[in-house]
Structures are given as C-alpha cells and as structure tokens.
Antibody, heavy 121, light 105 residues
Framework: QVQLKESGPGLVQPSRTLSLTCTVSGFSLTSYGVSWVRQPPGKGLEWIAAIWSGGSTDYNSALKSRLSISRDTSKSQVLLKMNSLQTEDTAMYFC???????????????WGQGASVTVSS | IQLTQSPSLLSASVGDRVTLSCKGSQNINNYLAWYQQKLGEAPKLLIYNTNSLQTGIPSRFSGSGSGTDYTLTISSLQPEDVATYFCYQYNNGYTFGSGTKLEIK
C-alpha cells in the first residue's frame, strides 16, 4: 500500500528556515520521484519542487532561490528546506508520489495528508 | 502556462450531468490531469493525460479536450462528488488551475 506522510514544525518564525520531511512506504524512491505542493488556507495548489527517481531535482522558478530538496533512500525520506520564510508561506504542505515513467510522467498519483505550516512570530 | 477554470462555483442536482472547464494560456498537448479535493483532505487523482481514468475512480468521471481547452465531465452527479476540482498541466512547467467548487443544489 502506497503511503506518504509529511512531518514538520507546525510553527516557524519569519525569516527562519522551514524543514519538512516526507516519509514514504509501499514504493521505492529509486523507482519513483516525490514532489511537494502547497496550499495556502482557502486557496489553490502550487507546485513547489520535485526530486526524481535518479536524484535530479526540479524547482518552481519563483521559489528556486529559497528551496532545497534532497532524499535519504535508506530511510525512504525526502527532505524539503525553504529559507527566508514570510507570512505568505503559511500553507498546508503536501508531498506526493511523482511519476517518472509513462503513462504517469509528471503526474502525482498518491498524496500525503499534508503538514500545516504557520509563519508567525 | 496559466490555467483558467470555470465556473469557480457550480451548483447542481443529484443525477445531473456536470461539465467543468479548464483553459490553458498555451497549448497543453494533452498533458492535463484532474484532481478532486474534498474538504480537509489531500487531492486525489481522477484523470491523467486528458482522458485516462485513474484506477479505482468511478466511470462516471471522464475527461476530454485538446490544445488549450479541456473538460471534466461527471455523467451523473452523486452526493459524494461534492468537492473542489483542480486541473493540472505538465506540458510546460507544472501548474494548477484555481479550482471549481462543486456543490449539491
């Protein structure tokens, strides 16, 4: 059974760095990628970053300078870091399985329940 | 590529045929998916590559379209279909539409 679970600090002070972890089970990070998507309260979805099954990375161009995505395959974990947080980064952060082969190329077919992040002093 | 979804809010009766629209600012080349998000839940993949039904999704859901214009159709609306629906393009970058909130009349 494919599962993804996000974990993070919940509350982060402005200007600080956010670290989120996505722990996966039921599939291998060397066979599938993982992407991150966020959703501000009451708003739509924004794709943030992805790490491919081979380890290469891809970032939202508007956020790229603030982001880092990495993985630990031995722990089945993907780590997202975002620096210089502002109040507008307050959102639910989801990780999702990222298809790296046809027909699911670039499609997110399984999602975690999300980690709520509030940026506030 | 920017995606424009319409309408933003749709109210329909149980059993109705419902059509949701997603229009791209450029050609999407059929690299279009649809997600359903119920209140307080994560998005769920319904349709990928314009018209491929994800495993386990009821056959009342279908997708169509080409170029810049795409549609999600629910052939017979059920109470459990109340949700917000997002389109997602992956032809050039990765972007979501702003969503259509579907409610029962």
């Amino acid at each position: 059974q494919v599962q993804l679970k996000e974990s993070g600090p919940g509350l982060v002070q402005p200007s600080r760095t956010l670290s989120l972890t996505c722990t996966v089970s039921g599939f291998s990070l060397t066979s599938y990628g993982v992407s991150w998507v966020r959703q501000p309260p009451g708003k739509g979805l924004e794709w943030i970053a992805a790490i491919w099954s081979g380890g290469s990375t891809d970032y939202n161009s508007a956020l790229k300078s603030r982001l880092s995505i990495s993985r630990d395959t031995s722990k089945s974990q993907v780590l997202l870091k975002m620096n210089s947080l502002q109040t507008e980064d307050t959102a639910m952060y989801f990780c999702a399985r990222w298809g790296t082969t046809e027909p699911y190329y670039y499609v997110m077919d399984a999602w975690g329940q999300g980690a709520s992040v509030t940026v506030s002093s | 590529i920017q995606l424009t979804q319409s309408p933003s809010l749709l109210s329909a009766s149980v059993g109705d045929r419902v059509t949701l629209s997603c229009k791209g600012s450029q050609n999407i080349n059929n690299y279009l998916a649809w997600y359903q998000q119920k209140l307080g839940e994560a998005p769920k993949l319904l349709i990928y590559n314009t018209n491929s039904l994800q495993t386990g999704i009821p056959s009342r859901f279908s997708g169509s379209g080409s170029g810049t214009d795409y549609t999600l159709t629910i052939s017979s609306l059920q109470p459990e279909d109340v949700a917000t629906y997002f389109c997602y393009q992956y032809n050039n970058g990765y972007t979501f539409g702003s969503g259509t909130k579907l409610e029962i009349k």
